[in-house]
C-alpha cells in the first residue's frame, strides 16, 4: 500500500520568503507527526495531531510556523518568513491509533534558505 | 535530565561482533517504546518495538528495564550492512513521541 508522502521532496527559498510542506500520511492513521532534522543531528519534534483533537504544537520553534491538517488528513507546514537556520528535513510520520503503534516517515522535504 | 538520552558513539566494531546500545528516558509513565535506524541522508526506518518482557527478531534483542529507565538494543554478528545510525524512541505522553538523538553503529571488514 501507499506509504507516507511529502512534496516537495526538495525546496530552495530565498531569505524571507513564505513556503509550504505538505504531508499526506498513510489512509487510516489518526495521528501525523512533523518533525525536524538539521545536518547532523537529532529529529526535532514540531507538532502532532491526533484525530480532531487540538494539536500539541509546544514544539514549533517561532510564530512564523504554523501547520493545518484539513479533513484529519492531509497536512501542511507552513514557514513564513524563512530564515537560513530553518534549512533542514522536515520530515512527516503518521500512526494509527493507539501507544504501541509505530512511526511511518516520509521521505522528508529538504528545505534549502539562501 | 533529558528527556531521551543516548550515547552518540560512534561504536567502530568488526564484523561479527556483538554490539549493545542502551538508552535513558525520563518519564517514568512512558508505555511504548522502539528502536529506528536511520541510514545517511534517509528517512528513520522502524527496526523493532520494545515490548515489556522484552523481544528478539533474528540477530536483533530488545530490553525494557522499568526500574532503571532504559530500554536496550544487542545486534549479534554485525553485518556491514548494519552500519547505521540507531534511534531510540519513547512515549512521551498525551501521544508525543520523543527520538533520542541516535548512536552510529560502523561495522569494518
Known amino acids: 500500500g501507499a506509504g507516507v508522502s511529502q512534496s516537495p521532496s526538495n525546496k530552495v527559498t530565498e531569505k524571507g520568503k513564505d513556503v509550504e510542506l505538505r504531508c499526506d500520511p498513510i489512509s487510516g492513521h489518526t495521528a501525523l507527526y512533523w518533525y525536524r532534522q538539521s545536518l547532523g543531528q537529532g529529529l526535532e519534534f514540531l507538532i502532532y495531531?491526533?484525530?480532531?483533537?487540538?494539536?500539541?504544537k509546544s514544539g514549533l520553534p517561532s510564530d512564523r510556523f504554523s501547520a493545518e491538517r484539513t479533513g484529519g488528513s492531509v497536512s501542511t507546514l507552513t514557514i513564513q518568513r524563512t530564515q537560513q537556520e530553518d534549512s533542514a528535513v522536515y520530515l512527516c510520520?503518521?500512526?494509527?491509533?493507539?501507544?504501541?503503534?509505530?512511526?511511518?516517515f516520509g521521505n522528508g522535504t529538504r528545505l534549502t534558505v539562501t | 535530565r533529558k528527556e531521551v538520552e543516548q550515547d552518540p558513539g560512534p561504536f567502530n566494531v568488526p564484523e561479527g561482533a556483538t554490539v549493545a546500545f542502551n538508552c535513558t528516558y525520563s518519564n517514568s509513565a512512558s508505555q511504548s517504546f522502539f528502536w529506528y535506524r536511520q541510514d545517511c541522508r534517509k528517512e528513520p526506518k522502524l527496526l523493532m518495538s520494545?515490548?515489556?518482557s522484552g523481544n528478539e527478531d533474528g540477530r536483533f534483542t530488545a530490553q525494557l528495564n522499568r526500574a532503571s529507565q532504559y530500554i536496550s538494543l544487542l545486534i549479534r554478528d554485525s553485518k556491514l550492512s548494519d552500519s547505521a545510525t540507531y534511534l531510540c524512541v519513547v512515549n512521551g505522553g498525551q501521544g508525543n513521541l520523543i527520538f533520542g538523538k541516535g548512536t552510529k553503529l560502523s561495522v569494518k571488514p
Open positions: 520494545v515490548y515489556s
Open positions: 510520520a503518521s500512526r494509527p491509533t493507539g501507544d504501541y503503534s509505530p512511526l511511518h
Open positions: 495531531f491526533q484525530g480532531n483533537s487540538a494539536p500539541d
